[in-house]
Nanobody
């Protein structure tokens, strides 16, 4: 079993920064991909960023490219999302996710491609 626990959400003014953390426990040795999604009120959960656990290759949604950075600390089994130049439209609940079902060179942007999810952390950007 895998547990993912997010932290670091909060309130920030537009143009500010936040760093989200996701601590993984359990079968972390079997992670192939870890990612972040977000869900705003009344909207579907959408892809933000993903990373290959081995190798560290990354992929971003166009809406956050150049502003957000996903990274990892293998020793701590933790993945981060550094969010800079935040906008009001970034307001959402942010979810950490992990894929364990198999290795692939593809980057996965669909919620159905991932196997485990955290409980989410609220990010509110005030304009």
């Amino acid at each position: 079993q895998v547990q993912l626990v997010e932290s670091g959400g909060g309130w920030v003014q537009a143009g500010g920064s936040l760093r989200l953390s996701c601590a993984a426990s359990g079968r972390s040795f079997s992670f192939y991909d870890m990612g972040w999604f977000r869900q705003a009120p009344g909207k579907e959960r959408e892809f933000v960023a993903t990373m290959k656990w081995s190798g560290g290759n990354t992929y971003y949604a166009d809406s956050v490219k150049g502003r957000f950075t996903i990274s990892r600390d293998n020793a701590r089994n933790t993945v981060y999302l550094q969010m800079n130049s935040l906008k009001a439209e970034d307001t959402a609940v942010y979810y950490c996710t992990a894929r364990t079902r198999g290795r692939s060179t593809l980057f996965f942007v669909s919620t159905s491609a991932y196997d485990y999810w955290g409980q989410g952390t609220q990010v509110t950007v005030s304009s």
